[in-house]
């Protein structure tokens, strides 16, 4: 038994020893908060989508390529406007003149980590025709299923402060995605050293230090990494007093609750643990329960609102120690 599962505990210990290389790594060519890029790892190797929301010009793009390049997938980017169509995201049928035949041409987002740019500016058929792919993880064309990447990874952006003629995901859409984060401003010297030396370092492109299979390794070391009965319980707890709250309309799914789970897990394991903590938990409540909230009263899209909603619910509830 223990010739057996020495070399797997080995494995793991050296895939956690490049997952922390990668950290490092990406804290060099990306200035900003380290939870953040925790959060991302955690995000990938948990299988799930990203929604940044912020305002253009605080390295989004800088972050996910870079990302992308230290993990060792291939990456796309996808500039959303408000005439893109479904074909310009997910690719179609051309028809070659040689064969005489119809044969599929892939759009970009066969790809490993696609950075989908604005997507609050797209047309809702195309927003939908790309949410069902992402969910789906295939584009069906002629009655022929396309499978994507086993890697796909997608990190979408929106603009929070510039609405007009765009179409706001809708909740159930939203819903999709496990994390929704803002990477807000860097603090002052952080901006300094962008004005200094860090812009010639920002011009190289790192070195790969993770590859596909490694990847895909954290990704089944991520489904063992163990999950308390009571921490189950807790996570179970504080989705149904959402949908129980006066003040809000509609509350955490069950499909909430299975990402806070996953993406727990994906934490413990980038913090270099094999076992989820209480807090854990509360660390990543806001970062992945936040944007499934919709407050019964104010403004729509009111992340504020929904953030201390979220937190009088999390006071309220005894953590399991």
């Given at each position: 038994?223990?010739?057996?599962?020495?070399?797997?505990?080995?494995?793991?210990?050296?895939?956690?020893?490049?997952?922390?290389?990668?950290?490092?790594?990406?804290?060099q060519?990306w200035?900003?908060d380290?939870?953040?890029?925790?959060?991302?790892?955690?995000?990938?190797?948990?299988?799930?989508?990203?929604?940044?929301?912020?305002?253009?010009?605080?390295?989004?793009?800088?972050?996910a390529?870079?990302?992308?390049?230290?993990?060792?997938?291939?990456?796309?980017?996808?500039?959303?406007t408000?005439?893109?169509?479904p074909?310009?995201?997910?690719?179609?049928?051309?028809?070659?003149?040689s064969?005489?035949?119809?044969?599929?041409?892939?759009?970009?987002i066969?790809?490993?980590?696609?950075?989908?740019?604005?997507?609050?500016?797209?047309?809702?058929?195309?927003?939908?025709?790309?949410?069902?792919?992402?969910?789906?993880?295939?584009?069906?064309?002629?009655?022929?299923?396309?499978?994507?990447?086993?890697?796909?990874?997608?990190?979408?952006?929106?603009?929070?402060?510039?609405?007009?003629s765009?179409?706001?995901?809708?909740?159930?859409?939203?819903?999709?995605?496990?994390?929704?984060?803002?990477?807000?401003?860097?603090?002052?010297?952080?901006?300094?050293?962008?004005?200094?030396?860090?812009?010639?370092?920002?011009k190289?492109?790192?070195?790969?230090?993770?590859?596909?299979?490694?990847?895909?390794a954290?990704?089944?070391?991520?489904?063992?990494?163990?999950?308390?009965?009571?921490?189950?319980?807790?996570?179970?707890?504080?989705?149904?007093?959402?949908?129980?709250d006066?003040?809000?309309?509609l509350?955490?799914?069950?499909?909430?609750?299975?990402?806070?789970?996953?993406?727990c897990?994906?934490?413990?394991?980038?913090?270099?643990?094999?076992?989820?903590?209480?807090?854990d938990?509360?660390?990543?409540?806001?970062?992945?329960?936040?944007?499934?909230i919709?407050?019964?009263?104010?403004?729509?899209?009111?992340?504020t609102?929904?953030?201390?909603?979220?937190?009088?619910?999390?006071?309220?509830?005894?953590?399991?120690?």
């Open positions: 038994m223990e010739s057996i599962e020495q070399p797997k505990q080995d494995e793991l210990s050296g895939l956690l020893a490049l997952l922390e290389q990668a950290q490092k790594s990406l804290s060519h200035l900003g380290g939870f953040v890029i925790e959060l991302l790892l955690a995000s990938v190797i948990t299988r799930g989508h990203v929604l940044v929301v912020d305002v253009p010009g605080v390295g989004k793009t800088t972050l390529k870079s990302l992308a390049q230290i993990l060792g997938l291939d990456f796309n980017r996808i500039q959303f408000n005439d893109i169509l074909a310009d995201i997910l690719g179609g049928s051309i028809y070659n003149t064969e005489a035949k119809f044969f599929f041409s892939p759009g970009p066969f790809t490993d980590f696609l950075l989908a740019d604005e997507i609050n500016r797209a047309p809702t058929r195309s927003q939908s025709a790309f949410l069902q792919a992402m969910e789906e993880g295939y584009v069906a064309a002629d009655g022929v299923n396309q499978p994507l990447s086993k890697l796909f990874t997608v990190i979408a952006t929106q603009n929070p402060i510039d609405f007009d765009t179409n706001p995901l809708p909740e159930a859409q939203l819903d999709r995605f496990l994390t929704s984060i803002s990477l807000g401003y860097p603090d002052m010297e952080a901006e300094l050293h962008l004005l200094g030396e860090y812009g010639e370092a920002a190289r492109n790192p070195e790969p230090i993770l590859s596909k299979d490694s990847v895909t954290l990704r089944s070391a991520c489904d063992d990494v163990h999950l308390h009965a009571d921490l189950a319980r807790y996570i179970v707890t504080l989705a149904r007093a959402t949908r129980e006066a003040n809000i309309k509350g955490i799914s069950p499909r909430g609750s299975m990402h806070l789970a996953s993406a897990k994906g934490y413990a394991l980038v913090k270099g643990r094999q076992q989820v903590i209480a807090e938990v509360q660390k990543l409540i806001p970062s992945v329960w936040n944007h499934r919709l407050p019964r009263h104010g403004r729509d899209n009111d992340s609102q929904a953030h201390d909603l979220m937190q009088g619910i999390v006071a309220s509830v005894p953590v399991p120690r």
